[in-house]
C-alpha cells in the first residue's frame, strides 16, 4: 500500500478518465480503479470493526452490551 500511494503521490496530471476494458468487469476508469481502492479498505474496516464488536460482545458475557446500540442499523 505505501508503495501504491508514493507512487500516486508521483503522479503529474494524471488521467483519471482513461478508460481500460477488463475481461469480466467491463470498461472502468483510472478513477474508478481509485475510487474502489478507497471503498475496499473500507469494506475491510467494516469486517475488522464488526469482528471486534462480536469479540466483546463475547467476552461481556455474562453482562449484557444492548444500551450500546443494534449493530444492525
Known sequence: RSNSLEWLG???APN???RHVHPK???FSAGDL???W???DYL???QIT???Y???TLMASPYNNAYAGDWRR
Open 10 to 12: 508521483k503522479l503529474t
Open 16 to 18: 483519471w478518465d482513461a
Open 25 to 27: 468487469l467491463g470498461p
Open 34 to 36: 481509485l475510487c474502489s
Open 38 to 40: 478507497v471503498a475496499h
Open 44 to 46: 475491510h474496516i467494516r
Open 50 to 52: 464488526k469482528r471486534r
Open 54 to 56: 462480536e469479540y466483546a
